[in-house]
């Protein structure tokens, strides 16, 4: 397969329809989702020449965290609907590629697992681990000391979700609820058995369906997307742990100054893969005026439309420092597993490798804005 087209159309015809349309859809219209793609075409590079780019050096360092290339595995949840071994095979492939894998709060494996299996590739692997910050501060900072016993190395809180966004395909699809014998794994009570609990877990869970609302039965608890997060959350979560602390989601320059204001570590700009609020911005088209705002003070990560070298090079020329990609991770696993995963990953990398080559750098960080037009 030469593209990650290739591999979305490998995936849709191994995967349930219903799953298809969860990992694929976005929120009521899909207009973000499309434009985060399509705001990459609109954009035109200007390459530098004559500046000797071999001997190219594709890494970086985010936070204490090395990274082989500029290229991260985004927050997706429920990998065991894309392949049974779910997200032990995406931590694999990851820690192959030497890259950073962020990995999702509703996962439906435990982090505990995913670490040991990232391990087995890699000594030291790269892992952050995505929060959705519960209204039970007590129950967040029990998943919070998990994950820090697992071995992760940066927390990345996610803001753009203070409700669920609408997803029609998933409404017309019925898909709320996953199916029998897959758990948000993190979620289970800690100290719990893990073998415990028979009950799908709710995935548009409720602002209303609050702690242990999944079932008497099950102890998993169902996710909770809180409207009431502030500021104040963060410094909270800032107390309780000496990790990283950055913020995923936001769109609006004055939240990123905020964001530096507040001393978290870094941000994401995001918006969620087209699936929260609908008819927002393409990140890239938001990117410049945040990286303007933040000013270099905290690493700017960025996702959401990347499927080829040239979208890279255009964030990082943009001012981001490395960007994430979700769906064609979850193509890569459904299409082909492991093996996916790590050709998706390696071909991004060749990819950007090359366009960053015909632009006339060495590394990442040798991109700059005016090699970008309208
Ligand atoms: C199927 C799916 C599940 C996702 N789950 C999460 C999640 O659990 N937590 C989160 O912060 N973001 C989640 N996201 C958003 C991604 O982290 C990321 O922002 C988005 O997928 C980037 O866009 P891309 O898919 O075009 O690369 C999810 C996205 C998809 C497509
Ligand atoms: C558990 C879900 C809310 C995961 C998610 O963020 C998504 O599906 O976009």
Not at 74 to 90: K, S
Not at 91 to 111: D, F
Not at 243 to 261: C, F, M, S, T
Request: contains cysteine.
């Amino acid at each position: 397969m030469r593209t990650i087209a290739e591999f979305e159309a490998a995936a849709r015809e191994r995967l349930d329809p219903a799953h298809y349309d969860y990992f694929a859809g976005g929120a009521q219209d899909e207009i973000t989702l499309r434009d985060n793609e399509e705001a990459y075409k609109r954009l035109r590079l200007v390459p530098r020449v004559l500046r000797g780019s071999d001997k190219r050096d594709l890494s970086v360092d985010l936070l204490g965290t090395p990274s082989s290339m500029p290229i991260l595995v985004a927050p997706t949840a429920f990998h065991r609907l894309a392949h049974p071994d779910g997200e032990l095979v995406t931590a694999r492939a990851a820690a192959r590629a030497g890259t950073i894998m962020i990995v999702s709060m509703a996962s439906t494996t435990a982090i505990e697992d995913i670490a040991a299996a990232a391990r087995e590739v890699a000594p030291d692997p790269g892992l952050w681990f995505q929060l959705y910050l519960q209204p039970d501060l007590e129950f967040t900072e029990a998943i919070v000391r998990r994950a820090e016993n697992a071995g992760i190395k940066a927390f990345v809180v996610t803001v753009d979700s203070p409700v669920l966004g609408r997803r029609e395909r998933d409404d017309r699809n019925a898909f709320h609820d996953l199916p029998s014998g897959l758990f948000v794994e993190n979620l289970r009570n800690i100290g719990e058995n893990r073998s415990g609990g028979n009950t799908s877990h709710s995935i548009h869970a409720p602002a209303t369906t609050l702690n242990g609302g999944a079932s008497r039965r099950s102890h998993v608890r169902e996710i909770v997307m809180s409207a009431g997060l502030n500021w104040d959350h963060i410094a909270w979560l800032r107390s309780k742990t000496k990790l990283p602390v950055l913020i995923k989601g936001l769109l609006h320059a004055e939240d990123a100054r905020l964001a530096v204001h507040h001393g978290v570590a870094g941000i994401v700009v995001s918006n969620h893969g087209g699936r929260q609020l609908d008819t927002v911005p393409a990140t890239i088209d938001v990117l410049p005026e945040i990286a303007a705002a933040v000013g270099g003070a905290l690493p700017v990560l960025l996702d959401g439309g990347i499927r080829r070298g040239t979208d890279v090079v255009k964030a990082l020329a943009l001012g981001a420092d490395a960007v994430g990609v979700g769906r064609p991770v979850v193509w890569g696993l459904a299409a082909g597993g492991r093996e996916g995963v790590s050709e998706v990953l390696e071909m991004l990398r060749a990819d950007f490798d090359q366009a960053l080559a015909l632009c006339g750098g060495r590394h990442p960080a040798d991109l700059t804005p005016d090699q970008v037009r309208r």
